[in-house]
């Protein structure tokens, strides 16, 4: 699933289309969960080695997106996450890195948390 590398390019046209320009309550819209994303239906989630990553370090980044930290949500999404992925890169504090990013919403009362 995904990509074998972290391009800071595609992620500037996907911010281009899908964030730049809304507010906080447009990104966050999502109040149910897409059945492919769901944990109760994956029977087994892994982070392998493949050629392009033989050495692979499963990393999750979650945030926080109930509202209660504020904005920092918003600003991980808008430019946080692309300064986290490049600064992994760049520093290389671990060895090819396959980054799950999700966020977490409250058990009591969303539909779907994850």
């Keep these: 699933m995904g990509h074998g590398r972290w391009n800071p390019h595609d992620w500037a046209s996907y911010a281009a289309r899908n964030t730049n320009g809304r507010s906080a309550a447009e990104i966050f819209s999502a ?3 897409q059945p492919a994303f769901d944990p ?13 990553n033989p050495i692979s ?3 999750i ?3 926080d997106v109930t509202g209660s930290m504020g ?3 918003e600003v991980m999404i808008r430019s946080g ?3 986290t992925m490049r600064e992994i890169y760049a520093r290389k504090p671990v060895s090819d890195p396959h980054v799950m990013v999700m966020a977490v919403g ?3 009362c969303d539909r779907a948390p994850l």
């Design 61 to 63: 980044l979650a945030s």
């Design 31 to 33: 109040r149910g969960m």
């Design 81 to 83: 996450l692309d300064t």
């Design 106 to 108: 409250d058990a009591e």
């Design 40 to 52: 109760t239906r994956i029977a087994m989630r892994e982070s392998r080695d493949r050629r392009e």
């Design 57 to 59: 370090t499963a990393i």
């Design 71 to 73: 904005t920092i949500a």
